[in-house]
């Protein structure tokens, strides 16, 4: 009996060795769940903040949404195309313009010079008209004393 008291005392003595192993291997599965749950949680977070970052750079958008996003792209590249092609034809017509007011201008002053010129032409004319006339009444007064 003494055996067998010695014998069930060495099996409880293993058994409380077995529950203590077993105790902390369960605590360390319970560290490793708990640090899963975490490592899920923040997962699962990143994951809530990339989908919102994805939806507000516009990045998530369907094939739809990005080709009408593409033909509302084309379709203002065409009215700013358009617009331009106007402005340059604007701008052409008004170097035209400036081209023709350009040549009046040049016209216009090679006649004033011109027309000054002549004008300085007949003042010495007339300069020499007036002398001439002056001379001839001289000689006519000397002649009509004499």
């Known amino acids: ?7 069930l005392q060495k099996e409880n003595n293993q058994l409380k060795i077995d529950v203590q ?3 902390s291997r369960t605590e360390k ?7 899963v749950r ?23 958008k369907s094939l ?28 052409t017509r008004a170097m035209m313009e ?4 350009s040549i009046e201008h040049e016209i216009v002053s090679t006649e004033l010079m011109t027309s000054r010129s002549e004008r300085q ?7 020499d ?4 006339l002056q001379a001839r009444q001289q000689q006519l007064n000397t002649l009509l004393e004499a």
Not at 129 to 132: A, I, N
């Open 29 to 35: 599965v319970q560290k490793e769940v708990e640090v």
């Open 21 to 23: 192993i077993e105790r």
């Open 64 to 91: 739809t949404e990005w080709k009408e996003e593409l033909s509302n792209i084309k379709d203002g590249m065409e009215f700013w195309k358009g617009k331009a092609k106007k402005e340059e034809e604007k701008a």
């Open 121 to 127: 032409e007949l003042r010495v004319r007339i300069r």
């Open 98 to 101: 400036l081209r023709k007011k």
């Open 38 to 60: 975490n490592d899920l949680r923040d997962l699962h977070l990143e994951n809530k903040k990339l989908r919102v970052t994805i939806k507000n750079s516009g990045l998530g």
């Open 129 to 132: 008209l007036e002398d001439t």
């Open 1 to 7: 009996m003494l055996r067998d008291l010695s014998a």
